[in-house]
């Protein structure tokens, strides 16, 4: 499979949780990861393989997989937190990189 | 603690090439599990993978760019280099570099450069 599909908007009410999926075929056979973007900003990796968060980031943050689907999770969601998530991965052959089309988080 | 910085002429004419550097600082280019990777995000759109190289020189290349992209390292000086050939307008886009971190069966970009906009534009 050659694609990562994302929903293209989520909202949360503040301090609630909200859960970002991505959903392909080669998901069965390689890890996700999940990196956030402000505007403006480059991506920052947020979540990496099983469920590894890097040095500095917030541990409302969790990651998780189930067959072909991953999901990100942010427990208790923070103003800070609105911004794009895109998830990647790579194809079935794992050979070509793949990221989701992008998930636009809104914090209400 | 790894520092990444693009820079490359902000505007090309289309069907020229494009010709990017990163430069690295503060970390090795010489681990084998390091990829050095060119990604890219059209203004209001998602981010693309253009290619990686590793520290030996293999390249690993988006097969959807059709082979207009190649990406060279430079340990000696610190530096990869991506070209882009045959533009259009369709190639407009802030283009990344980026550290990837490969394992067996998972991967992840830490640190990325701060991104540089390229317009292809007559």
């Known amino acids: 499979s050659s694609e990562l599909t994302q929903d293209p908007t989520v909202s949360v009410a503040l301090g609630q949780t909200a859960r970002i999926t991505c959903q392909g075929d080669s998901l069965r056979l390689f890890y996700t990861s999940w990196y956030q973007q402000k505007p403006g900003q480059a991506p920052v990796v947020v979540i990496y393989?099983?469920?590894n968060r890097p040095l500095g980031i917030p541990d409302r943050f969790s990651g998780s997989a189930s067959g072909n689907t991953a999901s990100l999770t942010i427990t208790g969601a923070q103003a800070e937190d609105e911004a794009d998530y895109y998830c990647h991965s790579r194809d079935s052959s794992g050979a070509v990189v793949l990221f989701g089309g992008g998930t636009k988080l809104t914090v209400l | 603690q790894v520092q990444l910085q693009e820079s490359g002429p902000g505007l090309v004419k289309p069907s020229e090439t494009l010709s990017l550097i990163c430069s690295v600082s503060?970390?090795?280019?010489?681990?084998?599990?390091?990829?050095w990777a060119w990604i890219r995000q059209p203004p209001g759109k998602g981010l693309e993978w253009i290619g990686s190289i590793d520290h030996s020189g293999s390249t690993y290349n988006n097969p959807s760019l059709k082979s207009r992209a190649t990406i060279l390292v430079d340990t000696s000086k610190a530096q990869v280099s991506l070209k882009l050939s045959s533009l259009t307008a369709a190639d407009t886009a802030v283009y990344y570099c980026?550290?990837?971190?490969?394992?067996?069966?998972?991967?992840?970009?830490?640190?990325w450069g701060q991104g540089t906009l390229v317009t292809v534009s007559s």
């Open positions: 980026a550290r990837a971190k490969v394992a067996a069966t998972l991967d992840w970009f830490d640190p």
């Open positions: 503060g970390g090795s280019m010489t681990s084998h599990n390091y990829h």
């Open positions: 393989g099983k469920n």
